[in-house]
Structures are given as structure tokens and as C-alpha cells.
């Protein structure tokens, strides 16, 4: 049953990509992108100005930072506007960091009806997992690859 | 300054994004992954910190940012506790955006319901 929903629903969002295809012209995309990417990316130079003012040193404002942006990207999904904006944005609201706050609440929003562990607490890392997996992994990677060079290539 | 250096370097980002999209379908879940991985590579050879020098929000908002945070982090865990460092160090270095990811996430998917999308 619900697999059936689920699979007339990705069928109705391929005939929506498809009508929309298009009339949308990579010109148009990558300047909405633009705009409201850079404009998201202003909204974190405002907090991180605003933070430095404060006295906060410089190493640790970007975990302000980033957690004032993320707190904003998943309150602006809850409410349902980040989602009206990435309607037109594109990626100028996936790349962001706001876009990972967003590609964990959508989800965990959508499947809360399945429950709060496997519902919510796992759906929420569908986007989310891949990317702390692939990551953090190559930061061990690039930790180790540091380590042997700082200390044998001398 | 700081407004205009990281709207420039912020939305050029957002671009490169836009540009993968519409050419390569790639999923925005395969554009996040790859841009995190990327950040790593790009801050592990030093190509991302003058970026980040000169855009600032621009440069560290952004998803390689994130990554770059994730290198960084584990070149200073290195520096600071040897081998471990590596396993400690990119966690550190993004501590505040993951738990902050985690914990806004949830509360946000337990208030609020999804909107029907017209």
C-alpha cells in the first residue's frame, strides 16, 4: 500500500520535473542561485559580524555561526517557507549549510507518522548520513595522510 | 566589503551547485555529499583558506565549508594529539554544526508538520 503511494508519488514529481524541464534555462537557474545563495551567505556574514562585535574570538565564531544558520534552516523548512524559496533557488538553498539543516527536517517531518525512532530518528539522516559519512571519512583520511608526512617526510 | 566579498564568493558557490544540477542530474543529496568531500580535499591541500581568508560567511557557509572546517579540524587534532588526532580532530572542528543539525533538526520534525506543496 504504501509502497504503491510512494511510487505514484515519485512518478507525479518525474512528470512535474519533466513539464518544468524545459521552460527552465540554466541561465535562469544559476542566477536565481546566485542571488539567493549569496544572499544566505550574507545573513551568516551579518551573525558572523555581529558575533566578533561581541567579543567572541575568531577561531570559534564559525560554530556560531553555523549554529545559528542551521538553527535558521530548520526553523525557516518547519515553517515551510525554505522549501518555497528552494523553488525557485535551486542550489542557492542546497549548498548552503541552511540546505543540510533542510535535508534533515524535511524527511524526518514527512515520515513522523512511522514514529519517532524509526520515523523521525532515522528518516532524519537520509541526506544527512551520506554526507557525515563520506565527510568525516575523508577528513580521517586526509588526518592520517597529514600525520604521516608531518612526522616521516621531514 | 565583507557583505559584497561574501555575496560574490557565496553565490559563485551556489553556482558551480546549479551548473551540476541542470547539466548532470545529480541529486541534491549526491551535490551535498560531493561538495563536503570536496571542501575536505580543497582545505586538505590549502586551496579553500584563501577562499575563506577573502569570502569569509562566503566561503565557510557554504557546504565545502563544511568540509574544510571537517580538514582543518583534523590537521589541528593531528598537531595535537598525534595518530588519534585524525579520528578526533574533523568531529571537533564541526562539533557545533552537527550537534546543532541533530538537535534543531528533531525539535523542528517534532513541532511542526510537513505543508502540502501545491
Known amino acids: 500500500m504504501e509502497k504503491k503511494l510512494e511510487k505514484q508519488l515519485s512518478e507525479e514529481f518525474k512528470n512535474m520535473v519533466d513539464k518544468n524541464n524545459p521552460q527552465s534555462s540554466i541561465i535562469k537557474d544559476c542566477i ?123 | 566589503m565583507d557583505y559584497i566579498r561574501a555575496f560574490i564568493v557565496g553565490g559563485f558557490i551556489c553556482v558551480i551547485g546549479q551548473i551540476l544540477m541542470d547539466k548532470t542530474k545529480l541529486t541534491p543529496a549526491r551535490i551535498l555529499v560531493s561538495f563536503v568531500t570536496l571542501g575536505v580535499i580543497l582545505g586538505a591541500l590549502g586551496i579553500y583558506e584563501p577562499l575563506v581568508k577573502y569570502g569569509k560567511a562566503g566561503a565557510t557557509v557554504p557546504l565545502p565549508g563544511f568540509g574544510y572546517s571537517l580538514a582543518k579540524g583534523a590537521f589541528k587534532g593531528v598537531d595535537e594529539y598525534g595518530l588519534i588526532g585524525a579520528f578526533t580532530g574533523g568531529v571537533t572542528g564541526t562539533a557545533a554544526g552537527i550537534a546543532a543539525a541533530v538537535f534543531f533538526g528533531y525539535i523542528m520534525a517534532i513541532i511542526f508538520s510537513p505543508k502540502m506543496k501545491k
Open chain 1, 32 to 154: 536565481f542561485a546566485f542571488v539567493i545563495g549569496g544572499l544566505i551567505c550574507d545573513i551568516g556574514q551579518f551573525f558572523m559580524n555581529l558575533f566578533l562585535s561581541f567579543g567572541i574570538p575568531e577561531d570559534n565564531v564559525g560554530f556560531y555561526v553555523a549554529t545559528v544558520m542551521v538553527f535558521l534552516g530548520a526553523f525557516l523548512t518547519g515553517l515551510g517557507i525554505y522549501d518555497n524559496v528552494a523553488k525557485y533557488a535551486g542550489a542557492g538553498t542546497i549548498v548552503p549549510i541552511t540546505g543540510f539543516a533542510n535535508s534533515i527536517v524535511s524527511p524526518a517531518m514527512e515520515f513522523k507518522r512511522e514514529g519517532y525512532i524509526l520515523g523521525v530518528g532515522a528518516r532524519m539522516f537520509i541526506i544527512a548520513g551520506p554526507v557525515l559519512v563520506y565527510g568525516i571519512s575523508s577528513s580521517v583520511i586526509v588526518g592520517i595522510i597529514y600525520y604521516f608526512i608531518k612526522y616521516f617526510v621531514k
